[in-house]
């Protein structure tokens, strides 16, 4: 068990780096969304997000849904949430390669739970809400925030066993999987089957690209555009394309790491203070003399020779290489995912007026997806885990007790950005009275959720970091 948490230990860390900040923006935007939305500038906030926007090139324009400029708002929704949704397929693809999705013995009680998850909130949903026009909105509480139940995880400090947020974040990531499909299988409206049959070919040469080790970024994200836009005009939801095309990055890196460190050892022998075999230009005193490649002494500048110049660029080439384009990307997009696109959709969309004529009111959908978060993502996650464990489909993972799963599961309710995705699909600008419902009832479903988890987790874990009980055990 040691070795296989030595070995995804990398991976998780990084994950976990890369978003748990980004949760805690969200928070902020949201609350900051609200308290525009019921100000005196509300008129003005909600009229912003309907300004066309345009990247027109002659009588094409990019940004648009057959013919028509899409709005600020479907922008954000449908252009910059599909890079949301690549950096989704990106993480997925790595878990399912190298992370605890990659054998069905580490995903199958992650797995199970998710699945859980996703089924009691919707029956709880449509328990309130069958045979009305309410109905449509049942996947909105299916959905976990990985950042925000990372964020909140992240309060505890190192109290939290890296087994529990491995366990938390992989059954998030199946949940992804699951409101991705849900988007796809549910969300689409007439095909256009011209736009999709060529989105697939051009798909296909994305696919073929990787098998033939094609490294370069800016191929696949130029035909990644083309299939977005493709997407756009087909009828099925465009954010389908950026998971589509991160399945196509490749995973493996262009040069073989050990060849690439046995290049650098070679090259650097070649530089000042490495080694005696190679000369440099050494300014000193306005003069300009060759000399060994010794230590410069302090206070002088050394030029490098074009030979070592061209040694660093090849270094700087390799070094591209060595990282694969799936990491790669990753990687870049994290900063631009979490505290550009993802806080600036929790902005438009968060915006919920609670005053006057137009305000929220808790009805129906309020009530059914508060419950679906709250009550149905904890009993699912936890009923699931319980029978499968019980069962000996899987065990428990190591160093955790029932109370911080219950914990964890609790905090499985913090849906927000998916779930005001998959609200503005079910109900967007035909009943804005149920979509600014649903958005209530998943801003108090997140916040119940989130300090319900918290409040049990805190309670339940040990009270020194695991990094101390480790010590003294020894």
Known sequence: MNQRLTSFDYSFRAFLHHHVNGGMVLMVVALLAMVIANSPWAEAYHAFWNIPVALQLGGFNLFSHHGAPLTLMAFINDALMAVFFFSVGLEIKREILVGELSSLRQALLPIIAALGGMIFPVIFYLGLTFGTSAQAGLAIPMATDIAFSLGVLSLLGARVPLTLKIFLTAFAVVDDIGGILIIALCYTAHLQLSSLLVAGLILLVLVAANRLRIMSHNFYFLLGIVVWYLFLQSGVHATIAGVLVAFTIPSQPGIDTARYIAHIKNSMREFPGVSDSTSAYVVRDAKVTPRKAAAAPAGTTVLLTPHQLDLLKTIESASDH??????????????????????????????????????????????????????????????????????GLTALPEGVTWKQIAGVALLGGIGFTVALFIANLSFGASDPELLNQAKLGILLGTICAGILGYVVLRLTLPKDSVQDQDLLAR
């Open 322 to 391: 060595v990282i694969s384009p799936l990491q790669s990307m990753e990687d870049k997009l994290h900063v631009v995912v979490n505290y550009v696109i993802m806080p600036l959709f929790a902005f438009a969309n968060a915006g919920i007026t609670l005053t006057g004529s137009s305000g929220a009111s808790v009805g129906t959908v309020t009530l059914a997806v508060l419950i679906g978060l709250v009550l149905g993502k904890f009993v699912g996650i936890f009923l699931f885990t319980f029978l499968a464990v019980k069962s």
